[in-house]
């Protein structure tokens, strides 16, 4: 019995024993104070007492007590001593069951629609994760006084409310389900592009987000359709990451990557959670962006890619989703199925239409097309617009690299 | 991690203003609190200060001292206090820092310290 076992105890066990405590006290501080009593207690008792036979129940147990205790001390106001009264008539369920309950009532108010999105990221990250503040911020390249107002705001906005701790009905379950998974992949994207910046050294946003939809995968009662979609989708995307990049850190295309560096136990849960999501109904997005993904990642080699089915799947993705960005990918597909000059044609007439002007990646892919085709002076001027539209450092590289081969320096 | 709480408030508008009942029990309440914090853990070392009528600011110029009184800033919030915590995060350092007694008077200002980075001496 040292730290080091009380440290692993944390790890695994001070989310549950939160998401609990935060039912049985009724507030957030209040419950990550009783948090912190829990594990002092532990570091005080554990060393004499031995690790006790269910650790959980345990510290939820001594953490409510202290709570409890606390709050006499401090109930000279008629206001706490009323809930008090609550907190001390509460049920104390310590079970399984209600123990996954607890954990998805926490993920359901850390996402709940009422919470501006980057707040919903913040307070997931920090109460489900278990990350800390300055983690975060250094994940997201903002200021730890940022992240830290945002936490505190997101909380004061949950008690103002009165935001209820509860899983949703069956009834609200899609629609509360639907915020929940746009937070993990708003996570798991940021991880995935490092938008803002060069990479640098960043708490692993990716496999956050990852561990977080298992969570939630294993706490939910039903399969959903969204989750496993999303879920696979992520391992997919995830499992290519050690191609994504060639040592200096420059962007290599999907079809230039050396696949031997492709996680493939990663790519083989993903592309059965994929096939599975796209028999479920209703059909969710998710599982058609994973079963396109699962086209990729299956593919032995890039020539071997089977285009046809990835433009079957877009065709089927753009009936529920008339977003542009989807007929640009679609647009991508289709110049691999039918040659350039059919993708072209289909960007030139979304650019046209006015929303995607402003998106780098539509001037790159058209860059791309007009490239293959050997029209360079108009593949010149595409990638310079395109460059102008890009921040980040791996990418601006990538489209220089690209002007340079082209015969023309970047500007 | 360690994080000060610097506490300031308007003496003149707070602490005068109250009756000695009321000064008495702001006095047993922030000890009460350094004791809690003490017994979680979270307490480094907590002092209270002087009024800054006290105070007297040291430069060194030029290998020269000068010392003159006087509060560092004229404002009406004066640095009264500091606790030095141990908490796991900043958000976790607001939470201790808001249960300071004086937080309902003044404002506490939650700082990360910043380590010192150990530099080489040149060689010679």
């Not at chain 1, 345990?58 to 001390?73: H, K, P, T």
């Not at chain 1, 903002?142 to 103002?160: E, L, Y």
């Not at chain 1, 990479?199 to 969204?226: F, H, M, N, W, Y």
């Not at chain 1, 962007?251 to 993903?270: H, N, P, T, Y």
Request: contains cysteine; negative net charge; charged residues 25%.
């Amino acid at each position: 019995m040292d730290q080091g076992c009380i440290e692993t105890v944390w790890r695994q066990e001070s989310r549950r024993v939160l998401a609990t405590l935060i039912r049985l006290l009724g507030d957030f501080d209040r419950a990550e104070e009783a948090l912190n009593d829990a594990f002092l207690a532990a570091t005080e008792r554990w060393p004499q007492d031995g690790v006790p036979a269910n650790p959980r129940a345990w510290l939820v147990s001594a953490g409510r007590f202290r709570a409890i205790d606390r709050m006499r001390r401090r109930s000279r106001f008629a206001r706490i001593a009323g809930t008090l009264a609550v907190i001390e008539e509460g049920e104390m369920a310590t079970t399984a069951e209600p123990i996954a309950d607890d954990q998805l009532r926490l993920i359901f108010v850390c996402c709940h629609p009422e919470l501006p999105p980057d707040a919903q990221v913040a307070l997931t990250l920090r109460e489900t994760c278990g990350l800390l503040t300055e983690e975060i911020a250094a994940a997201y390249l903002a200021r730890p006084a940022t992240i830290a107002q945002r936490i505190v705001r997101a909380k004061a906005r949950i008690r103002d409310l009165a935001l209820p701790y509860e899983v949703p009905e069956p009834k609200q379950m899609l629609q509360r389900l639907d915020a929940v998974l746009r937070t993990i992949y708003l996570i798991f994207n940021e991880g995935y592009a490092a938008s803002h910046g060069e990479t640098a050294v960043r708490v692993d946003l990716c496999a956050e987000a990852i561990r977080l939809a298992r969570l939630l995968r294993g706490l939910l009662r039903e399969p959903q359709s969204e989750l496993e979609g999303l879920l696979a989708l992520m391992l997919l995307n995830h499992a290519r990451r050690n191609a994504r990049t060639d040592p200096a850190g420059d962007i290599v295309l999907i079809a230039d990557q050396d696949r031997s560096l492709w996680d493939r136990a990663a790519i083989a849960e993903g592309a059965h959670l994929a096939e599975a999501a796209l028999r479920m109904r209703p059909l969710a997005g998710y599982a058609i962006e994973a079963a396109i993904a699962a086209a990729h990642a299956t593919a032995p080699t890039a020539e071997a890619t089977d285009w046809a089915r990835i433009v079957g799947l877009y065709d089927l993705l753009a009936q529920a989703d008339t977003s542009p960005v989807i007929a640009l990918n679609r647009a991508v597909a289709l110049a691999m199925r039918d040659g350039p000059e059919a993708g072209l044609g289909e960007i030139d007439a979304l650019l046209a239409a006015g929303p995607l002007t402003g998106f780098r990646y539509a001037h790159a892919a058209r860059a791309d097309l007009l490239r293959r085709l050997g029209r360079r002076d108009a593949a010149r001027e595409a990638y310079v617009a395109a460059l102008e539209l890009t921040q980040q450092g791996p990418e601006r590289r990538f489209l220089e690299r690209r002007l340079r081969a082209l015969g023309s320096p970047p500007p | 991690m360690r994080y000060i709480c610097l506490v300031h408030f308007d003496v003149q508008a707070t602490i005068a203003a109250m009756s000695p009942a009321e000064q008495r029990q702001l006095d047993i309440d922030s000890l009460a609190y350094d004791e809690e914090l003490k017994a979680n853990g979270n307490l480094v070392v907590a002092e209270a200060l002087q009024p800054p009528e006290n105070v007297v600011l040291v430069r060194v110029r030029n290998g020269a001292m000068s010392a003159t009184d006087g509060p560092f800033i004229e404002t009406k919030e004066q640095l009264a206090g500091f606790v030095l915590i141990e908490a796991r995060d900043l958000n976790d350092a607001v939470r201790i820092a808001a249960g300071i007694p004086l937080a309902k008077y003044g404002t506490i200002e939650v700082r990360a310290m910043y380590e010192i980075p150990q530099h080489e001496q040149p060689a010679g």
